[in-house]
């Protein structure tokens, strides 16, 4: 980023911080070095709008093209010139509680896991057993320098923004198990053991370990001969006595967070055979035949199901659409999280709607938006579905879940909610969404499918699915199985709400010892997906349509 070596000063309002800015440089790149959330999906190259602020005093760099054609300011491209005042006007960074009673926990020793997922990190407390009984996830920090990993591991490259990478994160997981202890009224001298995991990426980032292998072909992290790591308490602020670690991956793109899915699922000890599924950017899927070792894949399924990327996308938090019923005159009925407003669709919210759109007829088996369907119009070339308008947008019912601002939350109460409405004031899923969940469920779908012939086995072979990750709190099983995401044969899939919080929940309670955990990682056989069969797969996986 270009700039003088003039520092200047700009102060946010609120919350009244001051930030040290170099004058003439984008406001983006002082907000990250000062560890200060904004959410920069793109990356800060202009093209996402998400890193909004508002000038308010203090000469400022001319409007940018970009900034025009988004209307708004925006942090990446913005530079102060002198010192001033701004408002972040990014989304916000909710933290949700999961509905735990915190006062079911019990006294005396308690155990923390933290889960570091590309868009979402989060941070449970269990007692002796290991049951998760108050969780608090939030946005990643690190979105700062963009949602998708490849960017982030590309700015891990220059060892300064690796370092801040690495610190923005670690500072998270140490704030959110202060919010967690809190919240539980848990002294943290109760505290006996931290165990985390993430995917391969953010275990890269969050171990300080070389970004390289993992960006470049053939994209090896070496994360397979990575056992546990043992990590400094004191860095959390845990007590000096409290093991904090690092649980191993099983393969390059099969991070840590699927051994705990594992550990939680007990994946190799139940009925086999069982297919394991944590659905998110990547989607993980492990099987285990009936004899043998398990077997498992890593496959891009793309951001849809985070729901960020998609144009009514946002995070399943409060106001985010995550259910909805569709009827062939058009009207739609939303359920949405908190029961409030619509402001944006979910990822568990958007499979479901293009469930209920199949189901109605306003989408079509091969992914394109059925024009002649009531609500299915076009604009600029693209065709879209309209959910409802902001004047209409529906009191949802039921709730679920609850939502608390915390001293984590940039965003002031009295600044107007953002969301996903387009300048038409209507929420829309596009055609170009539809393409996304369509990818998504077609790579889910074609990592499943190779890994049962790879075992000789038919989906009707399976005594269990399981499924974590993004469905993990709200899988509808008729929405997986009707757009093909999960088969169509074989048992009820299960909902594993949290299961890497889970899994690392029995690791750090010793209900899993270190050796089972290091021997499911190694035993666990990675099946790399990506070649010429791979892609045949894929492309017959491409229908939104029941399977088999
Ligand atoms: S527009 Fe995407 S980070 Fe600024």
Request: charged share 20%; glycine share 14%.
């Amino acid at each position: 980023m270009v700039g003088e070596d003039r520092t200047v000063t700009v102060r946010l309002l609120p919350p009244g911080i001051e930030v040290p800015a170099r004058a003439g440089a984008p406001l983006l790149e002082a907000l990250r070095r000062a560890g200060l959330f904004v959410d920069a999906s793109c990356g800060g190259q202009g093209l996402c709008g998400r890193c909004a602020v508002q000038a308010l005093s203090g000469r400022w760099s001319p409007l940018h093209d970009d900034e025009l054609r988004a209307g708004r300011r925006l942090a990446c491209r913005s530079s102060p010139l002198s010192d001033g005042s701004a408002t972040l006007l990014s989304l916000e960074r909710e933290a949700v509680w999961a509905p735990f009673p915190a006062s079911a926990l019990p006294p005396g020793t308690v155990f923390l896991a933290a889960d570091l997922g590309t868009t979402t990190i989060s941070v449970a407390a269990s007692g002796q057993d290991g049951e998760p009984l108050v969780e608090l996830r939030t946005t990643n920090p690190q979105v700062a320098w963009g949602s998708d990993v490849l960017r982030r591991l590309a700015a891990a490259a220059d060892p300064g923004e690796a370092g801040a990478l690495r610190e923005t994160i670690r500072r998270s997981v140490g704030e959110l198990a202060a919010c967690v202890l809190e919240a539980g009224r848990i002294e943290p001298s109760r505290v006996r053991a931290l165990a985390l995991a993430g995917n391969s990426a953010m275990t890269v980032l969050f171990l300080g370990l070389d970004p390289r292998p993992l960006s470049v072909a053939p994209f090896r992290s070496g994360l397979e001969r990575l056992r546990t790591v043992a990590l400094d308490p004191g860095a959390f602020g845990l007590p000096r006595g409290a093991e904090t670690f690092f649980l191993p991956g099983i393969a390059s793109f099969v991070g840590s967070d699927t051994t705990g899915g594992l550990l939680a699922a007990a994946l190799d000890r139940g009925m086999r055979p069982a297919l394991f599924l944590d659905a998110g950017t990547n989607g993980e899927i492990v099987l285990a035949p009936s004899a043998g070792p398990m077997l498992a894949a890593s496959t891009a399924a793309g951001p849809a199901f985070e729901g960020g990327h998609l144009t009514c996308g946002g995070p399943g938090t409060a106001g985010a659409v995550y259910g909805a019923e569709v009827r062939p005159t058009g009207e739609v009925r939303l359920q949405v999280i908190g029961g409030g407003p619509a402001r944006w669709v979910c990822g568990s919210g958007v499979l479901q709607l293009a469930a209920a759109m199949l189901d109605a007829g306003a989408l079509r088996e091969d992914g394109r938006l059925e024009k002649s369907f009531p609500g299915v119009g076009e604009e600029g070339g693209m065709a879209f579905f309209r959910l409802c308008s902001r004047a209409g947008s529906p009191e949802g019912a039921p709730s679920r879940g609850s939502t608390l601002d915390t001293r984590h939350a940039t965003r002031p109460p009295d600044l107007p909610r953002l969301d996903r409405f387009g300048h038409q004031g209507e929420l829309r899923l596009t055609q170009g969404d539809v393409r996304e969940v369509q990818l998504a469920v077609g790579a889910i779908r074609a990592g499943w499918r190779i890994l049962l012939q790879r075992a000789g086995l038919q989906p009707r072979d399976l005594r269990r699915v399981v499924v974590t990750g993004s469905f993990g709190k709200a899988l509808d099983a008729h929405a997986a199985r009707r757009t093909g995401l999960l088969p169509s044969a074989g048992p009820e899939p299960e909902a594993l709400p949290s299961g890497a919080v889970r899994g690392l929940l029995r690791a750090a309670a010793g209900l899993d010892s270190r050796g089972r955990c290091e021997s499911l990682a190694r035993g666990t056989v990675h099946v790399p997906l990506g070649d010429e069969a791979f892609q045949e797969v894929f492309l017959d996986s491409l229908a939104l349509r029941p399977y088999p």
